[in-house]
C-alpha cells in the first residue's frame, strides 16, 4: 500500500513538473490514464490517484466524460467595487477617454485585443447568410422596395419565438419589438422607464458605452458592489431599493461584460421578485446569453417575472451578422409604449435583414454554429489566461468567464492602465483600460481584453508586448518563458 502510494505521489509529481515548465499547458488534457499507466508500468489506478491528487492541488480539472485538463494558474480576480454609493454622471475627461478607445477600435491599422466584438469572417456563418439574402433578392425583389413600416420583421420574431432554450423565456411574437441593435432596445427601455434626474443602479464595473447614453438622457448611476464571480450584491441592492435611492436597474446577468460571471439562478429569481415587490424595471441585457459556457444555459431573470417589470434586450451582434444591426427585446407591462417610440424613433427595419436571419434561424443550423463559437472561444480563453500567468506582472489576477470571449484583469503594484493604453496605442495595439468601465476612478489598475479573434502570431505578439510593457510600468516581473513558434521581433506590420 505504502508502495503504491508512493508511486502515484512521484507520477503526480512527475506532471506537476510538466505542468509548470510549461510543456503541458493550460487547456491541455492529460494524456489518456490507460497510456500513461502502459508508459509508466503502473496499474490504471496508480494513474487516476496520481491525476486526482493533481486535482486536490487545483493544477487540472476533471470534466465530465472528457477527461482531465490543466488549468490555468492565473488567480481569479477579487471583489473590489468602489465603497462609496453616490450617483455619479459621465464627466469630461471620462466621456475623452471613450472617444479614444472607440477611434483606437475603429482603426483598422491596430491590433485590437479588447474589442468585445468578433473581427474575423471566421466566427460568423457568412456564407450561408449571403446565400440566403441572395437568394432571398431573387426570389422576393420587391423586398427593397417595400416601406419599413413599424411593427415589421414577423418572420423573425416567430423565430424567435421559437427559440426558448437559452434564455428560459416562453413567447409569442406579438411579445417581440425588433430593434437597431441592443443598443437601440436599451435606450428605448430607459426612455420609457426614466424620467431626466434619475438614478439608475448599475454593475460595478460595466459595459461602458451606457455611461454617453445615461448622460445624453439626463440621468445619473449609482455603481453597486459587485462580485467578479456572482454578480450585483444582493443585500446592497435591497438596501438601496428600501432607501429609494434608485428608480430602476440595468444589468448584465449572463455572462457579464466586463466581468464574465453569470448571476445564480437563485439571484435571478431573487431580482426578479424585488422588481416585483419595490415596483422596479429591470433592464436585462441578455446580448451573451447564446454564448454561456454551461449546460443547461443559466435562465434569464425575464424567465421568473411576473408581472412583467423585467425589460429582456438582446442581439444578434455576437453571434451572427454584427453588420446587420438587427437586435430584439421583449417590454412586459411597457410593451406599447416601447413599441410606439420604437416606431417614432426609426419605423422598422430592414426586411432583407431581418428576413435573412429569419430563413438562417429557421434552417441554417443556428445550435451548431453556437456549439462551435463556444468551443472555439472556450479554448481562445484558456490560451489566453496561460499567456496572462507567463507574461503579465507576477501577482496579475483575471476573471474566470461563464461564456462569451472577454477578460477583465487586475494588475499588481501601482500602475494606471490609461498610461499603458496610450503607450500601447504608439505600437499600434489596442486594449482597453479599466476606467472606462466605470463612472469612478477605481479600477486604474485593470484591463479589459478578449479573445474573440484567430490565435495567431499577430494577437499573441500584441497581448505578449501587452504584458511586458505592464512588467515595465510597474516593475513587477512575470515569469519568463518563450511559447513556441512566437518570435519577440513579430512585425506589427499594421496589416488589417
Ligand atoms: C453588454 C453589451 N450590451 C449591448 C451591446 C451593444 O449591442 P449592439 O451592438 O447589438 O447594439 C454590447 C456591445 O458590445 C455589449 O457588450
Redesign the pocket.
Known amino acids: 500500500m505504502a508502495e503504491v502510494s508512493t508511486r502515484y505521489q512521484q507520477l503526480a509529481d512527475e506532471f506537476a513538473t510538466l505542468i509548470h515548465q510549461g510543456k503541458i499547458k493550460a487547456g491541455q488534457r492529460l494524456p489518456a490514464i490507460r497510456r500513461v499507466a502502459q508508459t509508466h508500468q503502473v496499474s490504471v489506478n496508480t494513474v487516476l490517484s496520481a491525476w486526482q491528487r493533481l486535482e486536490n492541488r487545483g493544477l487540472v480539472e476533471a470534466r465530465p466524460q472528457s477527461g482531465f485538463y490543466v488549468r490555468s494558474v492565473l488567480a481569479e480576480v477579487a471583489a473590489s467595487a468602489p465603497k462609496q454609493l453616490k450617483p455619479r454622471q459621465l464627466g469630461r475627461e471620462k466621456m475623452a477617454l471613450i472617444e479614444a478607445a472607440f477611434s483606437a477600435q475603429r482603426n483598422p491599422a491596430y491590433t485590437n485585443i479588447s474589442l468585445?466584438?468578433p473581427q474575423h469572417e471566421d466566427f460568423f456563418p457568412t456564407a450561408k447568410l449571403a446565400k440566403i439574402s441572395a437568394s432571398l433578392l431573387r426570389r422576393k425583389p420587391d423586398i427593397i422596395s417595400t416601406y419599413a413600416l413599424p411593427n415589421n420583421g414577423e418572420p423573425l420574431r416567430e423565430q424567435i419565438a421559437k427559440r426558448t432554450l437559452y434564455s428560459g423565456l416562453s413567447i409569442s411574437a406579438e411579445e417581440i419589438i425588433i430593434t437597431?441593435?441592443?443598443?437601440?432596445?436599451?435606450q428605448l427601455a430607459l426612455r420609457v422607464i426614466t424620467s431626466p434626474g434619475d438614478c439608475i443602479g448599475i454593475e460595478s464595473p460595466t459595459?461602458f458605452?451606457l455611461f454617453p447614453l445615461l448622460a445624453e438622457l439626463g440621468l445619473k448611476a449609482v455603481e453597486i458592489p459587485t462580485d467578479p464571480r456572482t454578480g450585483i450584491k444582493m443585500d446592497v441592492l435591497e438596501l438601496m431599493l428600501k432607501e429609494k435611492r434608485i428608480s430602476a436597474l440595468l444589468t448584465?446577468p449572463t455572462v457579464?461584460?466586463p466581468l464574465g460571471f453569470t448571476t445564480s439562478v437563485a439571484d435571478k429569481k431573487r431580482l426578479a421578485h424585488l422588481a416585483q415587490q419595490y415596483k422596479l424595471p429591470i433592464i436585462e441585457?441578455g446580448?451573451?446569453s447564446e454564448l454561456q459556457f454551461q449546460s443547461p444555459p443559466s435562465p434569464a431573470i425575464k424567465s421568473f417575472d411576473k408581472e412583467g417589470w423585467v425589460i429582456y434586450?438582446?442581439?444578434?451582434?455576437?453571434t451572427l451578422a454584427?453588420d446587420f444591426?438587427i437586435?430584439w427585446m421583449m417590454a412586459g407591462r411597457f410593451h406599447e409604449a416601447v413599441s410606439r417610440l420604437k416606431g417614432l424613433s426609426t419605423l422598422g427595419e430592414s426586411a432583407l435583414l431581418t428576413n435573412t436571419l429569419a430563413e438562417f434561424l429557421a434552417n441554417g443550423g443556428y445550435d451548431h454554429h453556437l456549439r462551435s463559437l463556444r468551443r472555439r472561444y472556450a479554448s481562445n480563453m484558456d490560451k489566453v489566461r496561460d499567456m496572462i500567468s507567463r507574461y503579465f506582472p507576477e501577482g496579475t489576477q483575471a476573471t474566470r468567464p461563464t461564456g462569451g470571449f472577454?477578460f477583465w484583469a487586475e494588475l499588481p503594484g501601482e500602475i494606471n492602465t490609461v498610461d499603458l493604453f496610450e503607450q500601447l496605442l504608439n505600437e499600434r495595439i489596442c486594449v482597453t483600460p479599466g476606467s472606462l468601465y466605470s463612472l469612478s476612478d477605481h479600477y486604474h489598475h485593470a484591463l479589459r481584453l478578449s479573445c474573440c479573434y484567430p490565435f495567431d502570431e499577430r494577437y499573441r505578439y500584441a497581448l505578449r508586448r501587452t504584458g511586458e510593457l505592464a512588467c515595465e510600468m510597474t516593475g513587477i516581473a512575470a515569469q519568463e518563458y518563450q511559447t513556441p513558434g512566437l518570435t519577440t521581433a513579430v512585425e506589427n506590420s499594421g496589416e488589417p
Open positions: 468585445a466584438c437597431h441593435g441592443c443598443s437601440e432596445a436599451i459595459y458605452f448584465i457579464h461584460n441585457d446580448i451573451y434586450c438582446t442581439s444578434f451582434t455576437k454584427p444591426r437586435g472577454v
